[in-house]
Protein backbone atom coordinates (compact mmCIF):
# COMPACT_ATOMS: atom_id res chain seq x y z
CA UNK A 1 0.00 0.00 0.00
CA UNK A 2 1.40 3.37 -1.26
CA UNK A 3 1.16 5.61 1.87
CA UNK A 4 0.96 9.68 1.82
CA UNK A 5 2.11 12.21 4.17
CA UNK A 6 0.63 15.85 3.96
CA UNK A 7 1.85 18.72 5.12
CA UNK A 8 1.43 22.79 4.97
CA UNK A 9 -2.32 22.94 6.04
CA UNK A 10 -3.04 25.72 8.55
CA UNK A 11 -5.14 29.07 9.19
CA UNK A 12 -5.15 31.93 6.71
CA UNK A 13 -6.82 35.66 6.24
CA UNK A 14 -9.12 35.74 3.43
CA UNK A 15 -6.85 36.35 0.53
CA UNK A 16 -3.84 34.93 1.50
CA UNK A 17 -1.72 32.11 0.37
CA UNK A 18 -0.89 28.42 1.59
CA UNK A 19 1.35 25.40 -0.22
CA UNK A 20 0.47 22.10 0.51
CA UNK A 21 2.77 19.15 -0.12
CA UNK A 22 2.41 15.53 -0.60
CA UNK A 23 4.72 12.86 -0.42
CA UNK A 24 4.47 9.34 -1.30
CA UNK A 25 6.32 6.14 -0.57
CA UNK A 26 5.95 2.60 -0.38
CA UNK A 27 5.64 -0.87 -2.88
CA UNK A 28 4.72 0.95 -6.10
CA UNK A 29 6.02 0.56 -9.59
CA UNK A 30 5.00 4.09 -10.80
CA UNK A 31 3.44 6.62 -9.93
CA UNK A 32 0.84 7.76 -12.71
CA UNK A 33 -1.28 10.81 -11.46
CA UNK A 34 -1.38 12.97 -7.87
CA UNK A 35 -4.02 15.30 -6.73
CA UNK A 36 -5.74 17.08 -4.37
CA UNK A 37 -9.47 16.79 -3.26
CA UNK A 38 -10.90 18.71 -0.54
CA UNK A 39 -14.05 17.99 1.43
CA UNK A 40 -16.00 20.75 3.69
CA UNK A 41 -18.53 20.11 6.58
CA UNK A 42 -21.46 18.93 4.85
CA UNK A 43 -20.27 18.47 1.47
CA UNK A 44 -19.29 15.54 -0.37
CA UNK A 45 -15.31 15.70 -1.79
CA UNK A 46 -14.72 17.06 -4.79
CA UNK A 47 -11.70 17.41 -7.03
CA UNK A 48 -9.57 20.28 -6.64
CA UNK A 49 -6.38 20.02 -8.88
CA UNK A 50 -4.53 16.78 -10.82
CA UNK A 51 -1.39 16.59 -12.11
CA UNK A 52 -0.44 13.14 -14.13
CA UNK A 53 3.37 11.83 -14.72
CA UNK A 54 3.29 13.92 -17.52
CA UNK A 55 2.78 16.92 -16.23
CA UNK A 56 -0.74 17.15 -17.65
CA UNK A 57 -3.03 19.05 -14.86
CA UNK A 58 -6.89 19.38 -14.17
CA UNK A 59 -8.32 21.99 -11.99
CA UNK A 60 -12.01 22.22 -10.58
CA UNK A 61 -13.50 25.40 -12.28
CA UNK A 62 -13.67 27.24 -8.73
CA UNK A 63 -9.86 27.59 -8.13
CA UNK A 64 -8.60 28.14 -11.69
CA UNK A 65 -6.73 30.93 -11.74
CA UNK A 66 -5.43 30.77 -8.06
CA UNK A 67 -4.53 27.36 -7.13
CA UNK A 68 -1.31 25.43 -8.68
CA UNK A 69 -0.62 22.43 -8.88
CA UNK A 70 3.16 21.12 -9.57
CA UNK A 71 5.23 17.82 -8.89
CA UNK A 72 8.94 18.78 -7.56
CA UNK A 73 9.74 15.06 -8.65
CA UNK A 74 7.95 11.55 -9.22
CA UNK A 75 6.26 11.09 -5.78
CA UNK A 76 5.76 14.95 -4.75
CA UNK A 77 3.14 16.43 -5.43
CA UNK A 78 2.44 20.31 -4.72
CA UNK A 79 -0.71 23.10 -4.26
CA UNK A 80 0.06 26.42 -4.48
CA UNK A 81 -3.11 28.09 -3.06
CA UNK A 82 -3.40 31.89 -3.55
CA UNK A 83 -6.08 34.51 -3.33
CA UNK A 84 -7.83 32.02 -0.88
CA UNK A 85 -11.66 32.48 -0.50
CA UNK A 86 -13.62 31.39 2.94
CA UNK A 87 -15.13 28.87 0.61
CA UNK A 88 -11.72 27.11 0.10
CA UNK A 89 -12.28 25.92 3.86
CA UNK A 90 -12.37 22.60 4.31
CA UNK A 91 -10.22 19.23 4.91
CA UNK A 92 -7.66 18.99 1.77
CA UNK A 93 -6.86 14.96 0.68
CA UNK A 94 -3.85 13.79 -1.13
CA UNK A 95 -4.73 11.02 -3.95
CA UNK A 96 -1.93 9.07 -5.45
CA UNK A 97 -3.27 6.82 -8.45
CA UNK A 98 -0.50 3.96 -9.18
CA UNK A 99 0.73 0.68 -11.04
CA UNK A 100 1.80 -1.79 -8.03
CA UNK A 101 5.26 -3.44 -8.00
CA UNK A 102 5.94 -6.61 -9.92
CA UNK A 103 2.16 -7.20 -10.98
CA UNK A 104 1.72 -3.61 -12.56
CA UNK A 105 -2.42 -3.31 -12.05
CA UNK A 106 -3.15 -0.09 -11.11
CA UNK A 107 -4.48 0.70 -6.84
CA UNK A 108 -5.25 4.41 -5.53
CA UNK A 109 -4.35 5.44 -2.19
CA UNK A 110 -5.53 8.73 0.42
CA UNK A 111 -3.51 10.68 2.50
CA UNK A 112 -5.41 11.41 5.87
CA UNK A 113 -5.91 14.74 5.24
CA UNK A 114 -4.56 18.55 6.48
CA UNK A 115 -7.06 21.30 7.57
CA UNK A 116 -7.04 24.36 5.23
CA UNK A 117 -8.99 27.34 6.99
CA UNK A 118 -9.76 30.45 5.70
CA UNK A 119 -11.31 33.19 7.69
CA UNK A 120 -13.14 36.30 6.39
Known amino acids: QVQLVESGGGLVQSGGSLRLSCAAS????????MGWYRQAPDKQRELVAT??????SVYADSVKGRFTISRDNANLVNLQMNSLKPEDTAVYYCKADYAKRYTLSTASSWGQGTQVTVSS
Open 51 to 56: ITSGGS
Open 26 to 33: GPFFRINA
